[in-house]
């Protein structure tokens, strides 16, 4: 990566607007454009947590989500289809290419789809809402588990549990029967299911051998040409909870590498979890980004960046925190 490429990707990205193109969605932290039989996906720098949008953009939070899920989708493709075409900026349409600096590293050309309104969430430990679930009823998501499971531990075999994908507000579990109605029936639910459970245990098995633990993570599929496709993101620190091997331990909650540091400094702020996000601090803002940028290269065996210095770094997160000032 060039030096320039690489201040432009430090330099964080809010929120993308070019008129000369459609603009077909903005996600929580997705933009999302037409680009013909296909779309551009622009992954931003915008953090949400608790489904809410945070004021604060994360400096190379969108590039390693977008370059995380090309490198994964290049890994499982024998598992199932993806809708991944191309990251490179001059296979978009010409309208984009003068975005070039804002684009290069953050988007993807991608197939467009018929998105399945489920959020596929498989589960390999028992942690976060699971493990509440489990210590109640001994059940998480109507999947009655063993006895004596402690925070954190790992499943006999991943488990997978769907939600609803809400465009507003919180996504809500869903039995296997309400989820096959939603995806349109139960064959569709059951391949939904194995595809899942495949791409964690290839993604979990990986990553384990690079010192990550993925403890659980969420996919989202669409319909492609009648046939099933893996869209959106995949096994990233957004979509998935990543806890470093080396300090993981059965009992308690593991430190990790995805929003979890965000979460547990919002809810020490006595965050209500309802907007207006708080503002963060430049500590958690550094942290994250820190987090995010180790995730990816732990995970890749390679640096996202190559020359951009501990200085270009740190000017750029002067530039973040001045956003909304
Ligand atoms: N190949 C695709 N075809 C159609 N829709 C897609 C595709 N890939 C991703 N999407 C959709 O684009 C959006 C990505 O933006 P994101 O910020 O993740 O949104 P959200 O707030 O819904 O999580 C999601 O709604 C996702 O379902
Ligand atoms: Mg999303």
């Not at 498989?122 to 998480?140: F, I, M, N």
Request: glycine share 8%; charged share 30%.
């Amino acid at each position: 990566m060039e030096k320039s490429q690489a201040a432009a990707l430090a330099r964080p990205v809010y929120e993308t607007n070019f008129p000369e193109a459609k603009l077909l969605r903005r996600g929580k932290v997705r933009d999302v454009y037409d680009a013909g039989e296909n779309l551009a996906i622009v992954s931003t720098d915008r953090l949400s947590a608790f489904d809410v949008v945070f004021p604060d953009p994360i400096p190379w939070k969108g590039a390693v989500l977008n370059q995380l899920s090309k490198y994964w989708m290049n890994k499982t493709r024998h598992i199932v289809d993806n809708h991944f075409v191309s990251s490179a900026v001059m296979m978009l349409p010409e309208e984009f290419h003068k975005h070039r600096a804002v684009l290069e590293g953050r988007v993807s050309l991608v197939k467009k789809t018929e998105p399945i309104r489920l959020e596929c969430v498989v589960r390999g430990y028992l942690t976060g809402s699971g493990w509440s679930s489990y210590e109640k009823t001994g059940e998480v998501c109507g999947i009655g588990l063993r006895k004596g499971l402690r925070n954190a531990e790992r499943l006999d075999e991943p488990i997978f549990t769907p939600t609803t994908k809400e465009d507003n507000g919180h996504d809500r579990p869903v039995n296997a029967k309400e989820a096959a109605r939603i995806v349109g029936g139960e064959e569709t639910f059951e391949r939904l299911k194995d595809y899942s459970i495949r791409l964690y245990e290839c993604g979990a098995e990986y990553a384990l051998s690079r010192g990550i633990i993925i403890a659980d993570t969420k996919f989202e599929f669409g319909v492609l040409k009648g046939g099933i496709a893996l869209i959106d993101e995949a096994l990233t620190p957004d979509s998935s909870r990543f806890w470093p091997t080396a300090s993981y331990g059965v009992g308690s909650n593991p430190p990790s590498y995805d929003k979890q540091y965000v979460r547990d400094y919002v809810k020490s702020l006595g965050w209500n979890e309802e907007p207006p996000a708080p503002r963060l601090s430049r500590e958690i803002i550094e942290g994250t980004s820190k987090r995010y940028l180790e995730a990816y290269s732990r995970l890749t065996g390679r640096e996202l960046y190559y020359h951009a210095t501990a200085r270009d770094i740190s000017r750029e997160f002067g530039t973040c925190m001045r956003h909304l000032d």
